[in-house]
C-alpha cells in the first residue's frame, strides 16, 4: 500500500495546532518534537516537519502529497497546488502598519516611501492594484523595528492579536488580506482514496469543534416549540421519559448560535439542559 507523506510546520505558530489536529484524526505518531520524519503507525503515512516557507513547494514538486500552511505562505511563494481544506486555526491579518506619530494615514499616502516586510510578493501585488509606487524592503524577521531604526516608514506584516505592533509604537492602518491555515496537496490527488479518508477524519474533527451537543427535559406540551428552535444535524431525537407527559430531546447545536439558542430554549420550557464538546462527527 502506497504511503502518503504530509509536510507540517516544525516549529512556530502552526506547528502545535497542526500535531493536535492530526492526532484528533486518530493518527499514532512519536518523535515529532526531535525528529524531522515520523511515522504513523496507524495509518499510511509521513509527516515531515519543514520551515513553513519550504512546504508550498514540497508539496508542488510531489516530495510531498500533502501540506498544513498558512494561506499568505501559499500567496508569497505563488505555488501551484490544490487547496484542499480551510482548517479553521493560525487566523491572522496581513496589514500596514506605520509609527503612532507618522503622518501616513492612508495607502495612498504610501507613494514615494519606503515599507519593510517579509512578504514582498503578497505586499508589490497590493501595491500595483492600488497603484502605489514605494520602495520595497525585503526583511527575514523582527519587521516591527524597522521604522525605529530609520529603515522604512512603514511596514507590512502579520498581525494575530496586535500586542506586538503597539509594543513597538506602531498602529495598523490598512488590512490587507487574511489569512489561516489550510490544507494543499499536489495537483491531482484529491480524488486518491487515502486523501479521501484524510481529509473526511480532518472534516469530522472540524464539524466537531464547531458543534456542541444539547440534552434536555421538557414537557411533552412544549415539544413542538423547542424542536422548532433545534434544527440538529438531521433532526432532533426524541425520547419518552419514564415520568408520563414529559421527553428527553437530544441535538447538536452550531458553536455560533449557542448562547441564543440556550436562552430560548429555557423560555420554551426547557429544562436540565446538558451541553456536552463532541469528539468527532461523521456524516
Partial sequence: MKTLKIAIQKSGRLNEKSVELLKNCGLSFENYKSSLISTVSNFPLEILFLRDDDIPEYVQDGIADLGIVGENVISETGVDVSFLQMLGFGKCTLKLAVQTHSSIQNIADLNGKSIATSYPVILKNFLDKNNISA????????????????LSDAIFDIVSTGGT???????????????????IGRNGIE??????????????VLR???????????ESKNLDRILELLPGVKSPTVVPL????WVAVHTVIPERDFWEKISLLKSAGAQGIVVMPIEKIIL
Fill in 208 to 218: 466537531a469543534k464547531e458543534t456542541k451537543y444539547v440534552v434536555l427535559n421538557a
Fill in 135 to 150: 520602495d520595497i524592503r525585503t526583511i527575514s524577521g523582527s519587521v516591527e523595528i524597522a521604522p525605529g531604526l530609520g
Fill in 191 to 204: 480524488a486518491e482514496p487515502l486523501v479521501v479518508e484524510l481529509i473526511q477524519r480532518i472534516q469530522s
Fill in 242 to 245: 419514564a415520568e408520563s407527559g
Fill in 165 to 183: 505592533l503597539k509594543s513597538n509604537g506602531l498602529k495598523p492602518f490598512a488590512e490587507v488580506m487574511k489569512s489561516e491555515a489550510v490544507l
